[in-house]
């Protein structure tokens, strides 16, 4: 396989975890009568220009089906975060009424509200059908496709130049990197800006994220990998700030190379300095983190299999892809872990990929009353915990895997 950025024949793994179904693939009853599709999930980093990328298997059509089942909005904390950056932004470079804002990948709506509440004309491109038609119940425009050169050259004779186009949590999702950058280029008006938001490597690897490993993901960004598939396809990064959001993340800010107006600020030096000083461009970075999803894995293993020794009920919360590949690459069934507890009414009633295991409403949880819940987006941990806190009436205790394993009580 060569680099989806640079054209370099790629030899040196950087993770594997086996084989395993795409993470969003939640299976009807129906469909566990029939066998699943499973994939190799491996990544490769590119020794030239340091992007780390799953090894291809299939196209992304297999991967964001009609019935892709993530939703933004169930989420109260990514809400937040969200109508927080859209105020920031209508601040930073004075939006208004006369201004145009485009979101790629705007799934269900989520962010692209808060900009129509503003009275701003706005647009969001969305290619699975089950999150488009919830943001266009909304009241959003939506074009309902994948983005890349192609679709922006459209949108421009549309009459779609955009003020605005804002990316969050999707530079990793797309297999023709260079494609999807080059339509951004093509897309912002001369002084327009861009902005993306996306998991940071440096802090996948220091947290020991493996499980935002799955499919869906193609490329594992770090700001150095970022800046350099940026500029070669016509942008120029001007500023960059570390979000807590998904474990770590970057927002970064770019302008066309060409037109741009903005100054570069002195926090796009400072992080380019830091990760090289945490080693980003050797290729020590990139030798051990096998063995930390390693002992991750064995280490939840053993707890399961203590607390199914001493008759503990074990239940999950948070059916999400992250938690499927932890559960996969474990090799957990519904024998360790009985059930998953979701407030997605599109997941509620369907099974975990892989592990089949069930995904219920809140509901049963009360009733059932767990002794251990093992919350696996751990990213919102504290807006679960604050949602169950009433475990504590049972004497139930929570349980994280990632980075290591940890049991509170309620």
């Given at each position: 396989?060569?680099?989806r950025?640079?054209?370099t024949?790629?030899?040196?793994?950087?993770?594997?975890?086996g084989t395993?179904?795409?993470s969003?693939a939640?299976?009807?009853?129906n469909?566990?009568?029939?066998p699943?599709?499973?994939?190799?999930?491996?990544?490769?980093?590119?020794?030239?220009?340091?992007?780390?990328q799953t090894?291809?298997?299939?196209?992304?059509?297999?991967?964001?089906?009609?019935?892709?089942a993530?939703f933004?909005?169930?989420?109260?904390?990514?809400?937040?975060?969200?109508?927080?950056y859209?105020h920031?932004?209508i601040?930073?470079?004075?939006?208004?009424?006369?201004?145009k804002?485009?979101?790629?990948?705007?799934?269900d709506g989520y962010?692209?509200?808060?900009?129509?509440n503003?009275?701003?004309?706005?647009?969001?491109?969305e290619?699975?059908?089950?999150?488009a038609?919830?943001a266009?119940?909304?009241?959003?425009?939506?074009v309902e496709?994948f983005?890349g050169?192609p679709?922006?050259?459209?949108l421009i004779?549309?009459?779609y130049?955009?003020?605005?186009?804002t990316?969050n949590?999707v530079?990793a999702?797309?297999?023709d990197i260079?494609?999807?950058?080059?339509?951004?280029?093509?897309?912002?008006?001369?002084?327009?800006?861009?902005?993306?938001?996306?998991p940071?490597?440096?802090?996948m690897?220091q947290?020991?994220?493996?499980d935002?490993?799955?499919?869906e993901?193609?490329s594992?960004?770090?700001?150095?990998?970022?800046?350099?598939?940026?500029?070669?396809?016509g942008?120029q990064?001007f500023?960059?700030?570390?979000l807590?959001?998904?474990?770590?993340?970057?927002?970064?800010?770019?302008q066309r190379?060409?037109t741009g107006?903005?100054?570069?600020?002195?926090?796009v030096?400072?992080?380019l300095?830091?990760?090289?000083y945490e080693?980003?461009?050797?290729?020590?970075?990139?030798?051990?983190?096998?063995?930390q999803?390693?002992?991750?894995?064995?280490n939840?293993?053993?707890?399961?299999?203590e607390?199914?020794r001493?008759?503990l009920?074990?239940a999950?919360?948070?059916?999400?892809?992250?938690?499927?590949?932890?559960?996969?690459?474990a090799g957990v069934?519904p024998?360790?872990?009985?059930?998953?507890?979701?407030?997605?009414?599109?997941?509620?009633g369907?099974?975990?990929?892989?592990?089949r295991?069930p995904?219920?409403t809140?509901?049963?949880l009360?009733?059932?009353q767990?002794?251990r819940i093992?919350?696996?987006?751990?990213?919102i941990?504290e807006?679960i915990?604050?949602?169950l806190k009433?475990?504590?009436?049972w004497?139930?205790k929570f349980?994280?895997?990632?980075?290591?394993?940890k049991?509170?009580?309620g």
């Amino acid at each position: 396989m060569n680099c989806r950025h640079c054209g370099t024949l790629l030899h040196r793994t950087f993770l594997d975890l086996g084989t395993a179904p795409p993470s969003n693939a939640y299976l009807t009853t129906n469909k566990l009568h029939a066998p699943e599709s499973w994939f190799p999930l491996r990544l490769l980093v590119c020794e030239n220009c340091l992007l780390v990328q799953t090894e291809d298997f299939s196209d992304a059509e297999s991967f964001f089906t009609p019935d892709y089942a993530y939703f933004s909005s169930f989420s109260d904390t990514w809400l937040t975060h969200a109508e927080e950056y859209v105020h920031s932004m209508i601040d930073r470079f004075s939006l208004g009424s006369q201004s145009k804002v485009v979101e790629v990948a705007a799934n269900d709506g989520y962010l692209l509200q808060f900009v129509q509440n503003e009275g701003i004309p706005c647009l969001g491109i969305e290619p699975t059908s089950s999150t488009a038609q919830a943001a266009r119940k909304k009241g959003i425009s939506i074009v309902e496709d994948f983005f890349g050169k192609p679709l922006a050259s459209s949108l421009i004779k549309k009459g779609y130049a955009a003020d605005l186009i804002t990316a969050n949590n999707v530079l990793a999702h797309v297999p023709d990197i260079n494609d999807f950058i080059s339509g951004f280029t093509m897309l912002l008006k001369p002084q327009g800006v861009a902005t993306f938001e996306f998991p940071h490597l440096l802090q996948m690897v220091q947290k020991n994220q493996f499980d935002t490993v799955y499919h869906e993901h193609f490329s594992y960004l770090s700001f150095t990998s970022v800046q350099t598939i940026l500029l070669k396809n016509g942008l120029q990064i001007f500023d960059v700030e570390q979000l807590p959001t998904h474990g770590g993340s970057l927002r970064i800010f770019a302008q066309r190379r060409d037109t741009g107006c903005h100054t570069c600020t002195d926090m796009v030096v400072k992080l380019l300095k830091m990760e090289q000083y945490e080693g980003i461009t050797s290729r020590k970075f990139y030798t051990n983190f096998q063995q930390q999803a390693e002992l991750v894995k064995n280490n939840l293993l053993s707890f399961l299999l203590e607390c199914k020794r001493q008759h503990l009920k074990v239940a999950a919360y948070g059916a999400a892809a992250k938690g499927n590949t932890l559960l996969n690459y474990a090799g957990v069934k519904p024998d360790l872990v009985s059930y998953v507890v979701d407030k997605n009414p599109a997941k509620q009633g369907k099974f975990m990929p892989g592990s089949r295991i069930p995904i219920l409403t809140e509901k049963y949880l009360k009733t059932n009353q767990p002794d251990r819940i093992l919350i696996l987006p751990w990213n919102i941990k504290e807006e679960i915990i604050q949602q169950l806190k009433y475990v504590q009436d049972w004497g139930g205790k929570f349980v994280s895997a990632i980075p290591d394993l940890k049991i509170w009580n309620g």
